[in-house]
C-alpha cells in the first residue's frame, strides 16, 4: 500500500518508541522498574534528542549484575553514540 499525506495508519511498538521520549521512557520503566523516575524520564529524553536506540543503552547499562559492560563489547561507532548520549544526558539534567 502507497501511503500519502492523507493516509492514517497504526504505528507499531517500535515506532513509537522511537517517536517519542514518552514511548522510550515507558519501555525502559516496564522492562526496569527498579530504575527511578526521573532518571528514565532524562534517559528517554536523551535517547529521542540523539536518536539512539534504547537497546543501546540497556546493553551498556542495564546489566543483569549492575555494572556497566565493558568497552571491549562495543564498536568504536556505538562507543561514539554512548559519549553523545552521556552529553546529551548532562544537558537534560541542567
Known amino acids: 500500500m502507497n ?17 517519542s521520549a514518552f514511548g522510550i521512557a515507558s519501555l525502559l520503566s516496564q522492562k526496569y522498574p527498579s530504575l ?10 536523551a535517547l529521542f534528542i540523539t536518536g539512539i536506540s534504547p537497546s543501546l543503552y540497556e546493553r551498556r ?4 549484575v549492575g555494572e556497566v ?5 562495543f564498536t568504536c561507532y556505538e562507543l561514539v553514540c554512548l559519549s553523545s548520549l552521556l552529553s546529551a544526558f548532562n544537558s537534560v539534567i541542567k
Do not use: F, G, K, Q
Open 3 to 19: 501511503y500519502n499525506e492523507n493516509s492514517i495508519r497504526i504505528l507499531s511498538t517500535e515506532e513509537v518508541i522511537a517517536h
Open 36 to 45: 527511578p523516575d526521573e532518571h528514565v524520564t532524562r534517559i528517554a529524553e
Open 61 to 64: 547499562y542495564c546489566s543483569p
Open 69 to 73: 559492560a565493558p568497552d571491549e563489547l
